[in-house]
């Protein structure tokens, strides 16, 4: 079957990290780009940005630069969503999603609250 | 990157077809996309490559481009098409989604 499955919810106090996982199954996961996207309360899809699944090479779009972080375990299909110095505007759900230009793959997605 | 402009919503009744448009420049040189999203779900792609509809979705969803503009169509609108809409592009350099457009069905 093919799906991606996100790690479960969280919950941080300002100033932590949190990582958040995504696990590929039922196609070649270097085959297709992973994207990030975030969902804030009540508001909009907001693409993060992608990370090519066969360099490593990650791509991030503007606003996410610095304290957000991609990566890659290719030995267990697994994309990987790190996010450090968390603030309570961070709160949101974020979801993995496959690319193929359009995103027709996407995670259950995992929320994070940040909250003291 | 550059933008793409949704209505923020749209009211249709039963039966009825709803039309959400999305505009940007780059529409005329780059596909769009339509994802559905329902409270609390993932969301699902409804329109590839601008018209193309994917296996499983129902044939009332049609997709047009004109220009700078894509519109998504519902045809005879049903209770469970009450949702949020976004439309997305893609280049090079990225990805970008519309604000996202309300459907309500009254």
């Known amino acids: 079957q093919v799906q991606l499955v996100q790690s479960g919810s969280e919950l941080k106090k300002p100033g932590a990290s949190v990582k958040v996982s995504c696990k590929a199954s039922g196609y070649t996961f270097t085959s297709y780009a992973m994207n990030w996207v975030r969902q804030a309360p009540g508001q909009g899809l907001e693409w993060m940005g992608w990370?090519?699944?066969?360099?490593?090479?990650?791509t991030y779009a503007q606003g996410f630069t610095g304290r957000f972080v991609f990566s890659l375990d290719t030995s267990v299909s697994t994309a990987y969503l790190q996010i450090s110095s968390l603030k309570a505007e961070d709160t949101a759900v974020y979801y993995c999603?496959?690319?193929?230009?359009?995103?027709?793959?996407w995670g259950q997605g995992t929320l994070v609250t940040v909250s003291s | 990157s550059y933008e793409l402009t949704q209505p923020p919503s749209v009211s249709v009744s039963p039966g009825q077809t709803a039309r959400i448009t999305c505009s940007g420049d780059a529409l005329p040189k780059q596909y769009a996309y339509w994802y559905q999203q329902k409270p609390g779900q993932a969301p699902v792609l409804v329109i590839y490559?601008?018209?193309e509809r994917p296996s499983g979705i129902p044939e009332r969803f049609s997709g047009s481009s004109s220009g700078t503009t894509v519109t998504l169509t519902i045809s005879g609108v049903q209770a469970e098409d009450e949702a949020d809409y976004y439309c997305?592009?893609?280049?090079?350099?990225?990805?970008?989604f519309g604000g996202g457009t309300k459907l309500t069905v009254l």
């Open positions: 997305q592009s893609a280049d090079s350099s990225g990805r970008v």
């Open positions: 490559k601008d018209s």
């Open positions: 990370i090519n699944t066969n360099t490593g090479n990650p």
């Open positions: 999603a496959r690319d193929q230009q359009w995103l027709a793959l």
